[in-house]
């Protein structure tokens, strides 16, 4: 408990520096928002026009100003409205939410499924056909982009076999399936070297052969003491997919059209919303603190020998 409100008490004021660091930016790129605001509508307005809806919008007012208004207003629950269609912004995140919660949800399942037995297959097969092959295909996923990887899918399950949708056609398991497939398909390629390295490392320990040497069978081996002194690593990197997904793979979401916070994001910046862009880079500092500091106790419970400023050994 110590340990976990210590670790809470570091993280917020990295949450405070990136709240200030995202505001500022913002600020400072070049672009007047009321400007943009017209011009993506098509219409010219007078100066006093723009100038009323800078005083609205309270762009007006000194830098340290507008940000300790946000901050404050945020603490309270409130994230200001869009600068676009003018819906609280809050409200319009957590509606986007679901989407991205169904996709990460079936991108780490198929993630589990397809990189942890392959790469504990890939190890045990050492340097055999089987992990050559393994290691030839995870060599060729690591080296595909995302887009690419979602528009093979494409053609092969949309346009060739007319299995799914080639964009979404709401928030369903149907339309989910290729995205998370996409993601879960470029994840894996990686993650599997990583168990591969992982469990290959363990098998190659001297506790191992003394195992093998008292009889104790391969199969007992692996599970119950391989396995267990891997779950580190797995448990790290599975911890920092759901970071990333939780944030919305932008590129993803916007091929496959599937309405998630990755979709209201890539469409803010292009309509310089900036209220919605910092509601989705405080969720994103959010998700990776949280994140951190559950991958930071189960590291506690999986090996008491880690504890704070103390390193393995």
Sequence with gaps: MNYALKRILQLIPILIGIT???????RLAGSDVVQELYSNRGTEVAQEVIDAKRAELGLDQPFLTQYVNWFVNMLH???????????????????KLPATLILTVMSIILTVVISIPLGILSAVRHDRFTDLLLRFCSFIGNAM?????GMLLMQLLSIKLNLLPVIATGVNFRSALMPALTLAISMSAKYMRQVRATVLEELNKPYVQGAKARGVTDRVILWKNVMKSSLLTIVTLLALSIGSLLGGTAIIESIFMWDGVGKLAVDSIEMRD??????????????????????DLLYHQLDPRIRLGVTKG
């Design 20 to 26: 200030f660091l995202s505001f500022a930016m913002m």
């Design 145 to 149: 982009p995302n887009f690419f990887v």
């Design 77 to 95: 629950g409130d994230m200001g409205n869009s600068y676009v269609s003018g819906s609280p912004v809050f409200t319009t995140f957590i509606n």
């Design 274 to 295: 900036y209220p919605i862009i910092l509601a989705y880079v405080m969720w994103m500092a959010i998700i990776y603190v949280i994140v951190n500091l559950i991958t």
